[in-house]
């Protein structure tokens, strides 16, 4: 549905050219244990796609032969993926830094006692999704029963040193908005999270990542269901700030789908639009990267924006 909206088709986002690549991010799949309305790759429980053995060994290789410093793993839920804690030790061995986007509800699901444990022991940096520090807007937002199990997993990360000064235990928190608007400053905000989250149930943590909403997958449908579509891009161009476009993500990130091809950034990689060209290609096939036009369209708009928006929140 969303293959024929005018946004995919005429764009006038200004032009964007790579710097060098640092970052790779990697979705290890989109099968996940919740369905949330903001969900921008559309990944839920009866999702199949997950990366294979053979197509981390593509990706570790590309590493050895670039200059690579932050490895950044997302999903659906990536520790669902049967090899994740394979990718994740490969990666630490070599002297790479680890993310992992935790949805948090994923620590408390049957069969994944072990992950806690293991992200602590191998100081993997956690960003995890908590869209709101109230209950119902998280309810609405996730599904029944989610702030709670959320509110659970945190301080179980607390207890392992996520989140406490100087332990090296990096516990960073994301923010979406609800519906169709921008996120508020994201500095305020944070405070905001630290003081309730701490007074109400002793949780603490590092940073809060203010993310913009982009309209694509399920929240782009939901905003076609609603007829809020035009109005959100509307709002996005009408905010747009000039400044934001030397510091976007994709100048210095390549990411990677589930089958090991390329995409300029995780939200091209949902619209299948291949990396600054007409044709995907596999990481394999990448060559120098330094300079490459970058493929952007209309719903770029979302990370240059207000304070602008990028996977670690505003730029």
Not at 53 to 78: N, Q, R, S, V, Y
Not at 117 to 136: G, Q, T
Not at 291 to 302: M, P, R, V
Request: net charge neutral.
């Amino acid at each position: 549905m969303l293959d024929s909206l005018p946004y995919l088709k005429n764009s006038d986002f200004p032009a964007l050219r790579r710097s060098q690549l640092e970052i790779l991010q990697v979705n290890l799949g989109y099968l996940c244990n919740l369905s949330c309305t903001h969900c921008h790759v559309n990944a839920g429980p009866k999702r199949t796609e997950l990366m294979d053995k053979a197509t981390m060994d593509d990706i570790l290789k590309f590493i050895d032969a670039h200059p690579i410093h932050t490895l950044d793993l997302t999903g659906g839920a990536p520790e669902m993926n049967p090899h994740f804690r394979y990718l994740v030790t490969k990666a630490l061995k070599r002297g790479l830094k680890v993310i992992d986007r935790c949805n948090l509800v994923i620590l408390l699901e049957p069969g994944f006692a072990w992950l806690a444990d293991f992200l602590a022991e191998n100081r993997v940096e956690i960003v995890a999704s908590l869209p709101c520090y109230l209950k119902d807007n998280v309810d609405k937002q996730r599904g029944k029963g989610t702030f709670d199990a959320s509110i659970s997993a945190l301080q179980k990360l607390n207890a392992l040193g996520y989140g406490l000064e100087n332990s090296g235990l990096a516990l960073n928190l994301v923010f979406n908005p609800q519906g169709a608007s921008l996120p508020p400053e994201q500095h305020a905000l944070e405070q905001d999270y630290k003081k309730h989250l701490h007074s109400h149930f002793g949780i603490v943590f590092n940073h809060l990542f203010a993310i913009t909403n982009l309209p694509i997958q399920r929240f782009g449908s939901v905003l076609l269901s609603k007829g809020q579509f035009d109005g959100y891009m509307q709002l996005l161009k009408d905010n747009f700030h000039a400044p934001n476009l030397n510091k976007v993500m994709c100048k210095n990130t390549l990411s990677v789908d589930w089958q090991g091809k390329v995409y300029d950034c995780d939200f091209n990689q949902m619209l299948k639009l291949p990396l600054g060209a007409d044709k995907k290609i596999h990481i394999r096939e990448v060559s120098e990267l330094e300079g490459k036009t970058i493929n952007t369209l209309q719903h770029c708009y979302g990370c240059t924006a207000g304070q602008g928006s990028s996977c670690t929140g505003a730029i």
